[in-house]
């Protein structure tokens, strides 16, 4: 779980990403999040790969949300 602090800095999330056995192994797991502000409910953007511009999930002044992924399984985790 990603949580963007209620106190502090805001962080801006565009993607989740979890490395094992040098894939990216998110895009095949299950997304949980609370509602973001504007944006479509479609949590799929979270892990689709896209970092570009304007494919933000949260953005700065969201404080107090949160992003879940669900692998589905046991992995050696190299990166998040």
């Known amino acids: 779980r990603l949580q963007n602090p209620s106190g502090g ?9 979890v490395r094992s056995g040098g894939q990216n ?13 504007g944006k479509s409910a479609d949590l799929a953007v979270v892990v689709d790969g896209n970092r570009g ?15 879940e992924l669900d692998l589905g399984r046991v992995a050696a985790i190299e990166q998040i």
């Open 53 to 67: 511009e304007g494919h933000e999930f949260w953005g700065r002044g969201e404080s107090g949300r949160w992003v």
């Open 25 to 37: 192994i998110a895009r095949g797991g299950t997304v949980t999040a609370t509602a973001p502000t």
């Open 9 to 17: 800095l805001p962080r801006i999330l565009a993607e989740l990403e």
